[in-house]
């Protein structure tokens, strides 16, 4: 009896502690009580919230299915189950988690709220609406599910209605994390950069230790040509995390832009050293190496970046624009087919893969990728351009001529296209003439 009273002040203690915020004490009184008393299905959910508040995502997922075995229908437990799966990329089983609440209990809001983000990552948008208006039947103002679809629809770029749900989302909560972030960028995606700076001002003032926010900031203050702030950003980001390689790294592509190439590549080497995998490092180490006339270094280091298998789509692009540069156009084919596989509306993706599939001699290749960039923009004058190029390179004049037409017809005044169709009534005509010479010579030689 004594042990279950002493299991009893173990967990109050862990209460005490977690107020406190003394995770890791809070995390060993709860963990000494399961092991005199492994029968409470909540002491497991709070080391499942002692967890997530210590980041150990992995562990908690563990903590709440403990839970849920002594108590299967433990909503609470269920619920944060699923939002934790979310959280470390099991969306399916995340899915599934949140249908079971739903069908122990459909009135339970957050069943819908949490399925609109993941449905969201899933990329179906369609039924991230649908859960959130199931989740506005059973609580009309709930603040998460405006940011789970506000979410949704920035993916979309559909900023304006984007930000309308999140400025709800403050309306209801002004507190809610992240939401003063998210207007930010859909500001900056439009093009309204002091209203997104102001933003990423208030949520600085909502968590001014995010390093996050502020390279982020730094990085619209670089576009807004306010530089000396940016560079006090990243400094400050710096400071904040000197073990964190994001910092150097953004701080090494401002020193870049400032044009201080020997600082700016101590900053990668820095971040490389903090982190070997750290993406977009050595690309641009390459660049200073190319500036400095050092193609063996910058091949290198080019070479660093293809093995990481990068996924952002902006270096793709840069890595690909550089090792086509270096004439090694192979690996910058490789390049841009991820970019466009990873975003296929992409439009200069594909531009750039069909000029590197000319150079490598791919025209069929080349005039696909073309025809892909219509399909997402058919009025883009270069990927009209290049088709007429690569057409004209096949001697196929009459199709290499309609492409031309067709730009013309956009812009008549274009002078590119007009000394392209020139030069293809020229070679049209020769080649019409040489048809005539062979089939009169094949005809006086029988």
């Known amino acids: 009896m004594n042990d279950w009273n002493d299991a009893e002040r173990r ?4 209460q005490e ?10 995390l060993e009184e709860l963990r000494a009580a399961t092991n005199i008393n492994p029968y409470n299905s909540g002491w497991y959910f709070n080391i499942g919230l002692t967890l997530d508040e210590m980041g150990r995502l992995d562990e908690a ?22 939002v934790d799966l979310h959280r470390v990329g099991q969306l399916e089983e995340a899915l599934e988690t949140f249908q079971k609440l739903e069908s122990i209990d459909p009135a339970f809001e957050p069943a819908y709220c949490n399925r609109i983000i993941t449905f969201t990552d899933l990329g179906d948008h369609e039924r991230a609406e649908e859960m959130f208006y199931l989740a506005r039947l059973y609580k009309e103002h709930c603040p998460h599910c405006y940011y789970n679809i506000g979410v949704s629809l920035a993916a979309r770029r559909q900023y304006d209605r984007a930000i ?6 403050l309306d209801l909560d002004e507190l809610h994390p992240e939401v003063h972030l998210r207007i930010a960028e859909a500001m900056w995606s439009k093009g309204e950069l002091e209203q997104s700076r102001r933003h990423y001002l208030a949520g600085l003032r909502q968590d001014p230790g995010s390093t996050e926010t502020l390279l982020d900031l730094g990085e619209l203050l670089t576009d807004m040509g306010r530089i000396e702030e940016a560079g006090e950003k990243f400094r400050r980001a710096i400071e904040l995390a000197p073990d964190e390689p994001a910092g150097h790294y953004f701080h090494g592509k401002w020193l870049m832009a400032s044009g201080f190439d020997d600082e700016a590549a101590a900053a990668f080497m820095k971040a490389l050293r903090l982190d070997p995998t750290f993406a977009g490092a050595h690309l641009h180490l390459a660049k200073i190496h190319f500036r400095r006339r050092e193609p063996i270094e910058a ?7 293809i093995l990481l298998r990068p996924q952002d789509t902006a270096i793709l692009m840069e890595l690909s624009n550089l090792l086509m540069d270096g004439g090694e156009t192979r690996p910058a084919v490789a390049c841009l087919k991820r970019l466009v596989q990873l975003d296929p509306n992409n439009v200069n993706g594909w531009i750039n893969l069909a000029v590197a599939s000319f150079m490598r001699g791919r ?6 990728a073309c025809r892909r960039a219509l399909e997402v923009d058919h009025t883009n004058l270069l990927a009209m351009y290049n088709l007429a190029l690569a057409h004209e390179h096949l001697g196929r004049y009459e199709d290499a001529m309609t492409w031309v037409r067709r730009g013309l017809k956009r812009e008549p005044n274009d002078a590119s296209f007009q000394k392209l169709e020139f030069r293809l009534r020229v070679l049209k005509l020769r080649a019409g003439v040489v048809r005539v010479i062979r089939k009169s010579l094949g005809m006086r030689t029988r």
């Open 11 to 14: 967990v109050e203690r862990a």
């Open 17 to 26: 502690l977690f107020e406190q915020r003394k995770w890791q004490e809070a």
């Open 61 to 82: 997922v563990e903590a709440y299915r403990q839970a849920l075995a002594i108590d299967p229908n433990d909503l609470q437990a269920m619920n944060h189950l699923g």
């Open 164 to 169: 309308f749900c999140w400025q709800k989302t």
């Open 299 to 305: 091949r290198s280091h080019l070479r660093g970046e």
């Open 363 to 368: 025209y069929d290749d080349g005039i696909d």
